[in-house]
């Protein structure tokens, strides 16, 4: 045990690797900004995703995450932001999809279609707001790190901290050669059809997890 109060942490890096690939909004988000932004766009929404997770890891600190636990009303209004700001997302990828076919009496392009540049800041932001607007992610902090903590440990709240620093840097460095192994694909040039239907899937699969966090039940 450290001075800390802190126990088991070659378990409790174990089980942020595991948690860091299981799918969920926060992989798949950094998998499709940089399958559509390459390395540059990938990191700037990990960063987002990253400093989302400080969030958490303060408010869970602090006894924010527990007030979502008891509080059907602030649990719920964060997951309904959450599931709205993932709706948004979905559709916002349907409609680049529906933008890209060939203007009426214009033959189709044999180029294949530039992808929009995105400001890294917007990304960043998408990253932020997707993992911050995730009620779920609070519970999982306030569930998880009291296992890590012993009972008598002489500062709970400096604890608290140190073991969210942990997972928000196991968090980053996962995220990180995440996008760098994922961002060679882009090399690949697709055909129209087939840009047309990953972006197509990427929405269906934003939207699905909009739905997914609405229907969740507060624990």
């Not at 607007?133 to 296992?147: G, W």
Request: charged share 10%.
């Amino acid at each position: 045990m450290t001075p800390l109060g802190l126990q088991d942490l070659a378990l409790f890096s174990l089980t942020v690797l595991v948690l860091n690939a299981t799918p969920g909004v926060d992989l798949l988000f950094t998998v499709t900004r940089t399958l559509q932004h390459g390395v540059r766009g990938g990191l700037a929404g990990a960063a987002g995703i990253s400093a989302g997770c400080v969030v958490h890891a303060v408010g869970a600190a602090f006894g924010l995450a527990a007030l979502m636990a008891t509080s059907a009303a602030a649990f719920g209004a964060v997951k309904w932001a959450g599931a709205v700001y993932l709706l948004w997302l979905g559709l916002t990828a349907w409609r680049g999809v529906l933008r890209r076919g060939p203007a009426p009496g214009h033959p189709p392009s044999t180029e294949p279609p530039i992808a929009t540049a995105m400001p890294a800041g917007r990304l960043f932001r998408q990253g932020l707001l997707t993992n911050v607007l995730n009620p779920k992610v609070a519970i999982f902090f306030l569930a998880l790190l009291p296992q890590f903590i012993a009972a008598d440990a002489p500062h709970k709240t400096l604890a608290f901290l140190a073991l969210g620093a942990w997972f928000v840097l196991q968090s980053a460095v996962f995220l990180t050669v995440l996008v760098l192994a994922v961002a060679p694909l882009r090399r690949w040039q697709p055909g129209t059809a087939v840009r047309r239907t990953l972006g197509g899937l990427s929405g269906l699969l934003f939207l699905g997890l909009a739905a997914r966090l609405a229907l969740t039940p507060r624990p």
